[in-house]
C-alpha cells in the first residue's frame, strides 16, 4: 500500500519483515496452534534509502451489526508506529 501512497509507479518500500515481540511471536502462535506461517502483530518496513518503520498492531477487533445477517459488520484495527532514520 504505501508503494500506491507514492504514486503508484514508484517503489518506496525494500523489505516488510514480521518482528517477534511480547505476546506475538512465532513461538507463541505455533504453541496455540498456528503455523510458521501465520502473520504476526508487528512489521519492520524497510524503505529505499534509510529509513524503516516499526508498526504495532495494539488492538482489533470486529463485530456483526444486524442480529440475523452476517453480511453487515465493522471492523476496527489500533497501531503504533516508530520511525528510524
Do not use: C
Amino acid at each position: 500500500r504505501l508503494d500506491q501512497f507514492a504514486g503508484g509507479t514508484k517503489k518506496v518500500v525494500s523489505t516488510v519483515e514480521y518482528a517477534n515481540v511480547g505476546g506475538s511471536n512465532r513461538m507463541s502462535v505455533i504453541a496455540k496452534g498456528g503455523t510458521e506461517f501465520d502473520p504476526l502483530t508487528t512489521t519492520v518496513t524497510y524503505f529505499r534509502g534509510p529509513a524503516a518503520q516499526k508498526s504495532f498492531m495494539t488492538s482489533h477487533g470486529s463485530e456483526f451489526l444486524a442480529e440475523n445477517d452476517d453480511s453487515i459488520w465493522f471492523g476496527h484495527e489500533l497501531d503504533r508506529s516508530i520511525f528510524a532514520l
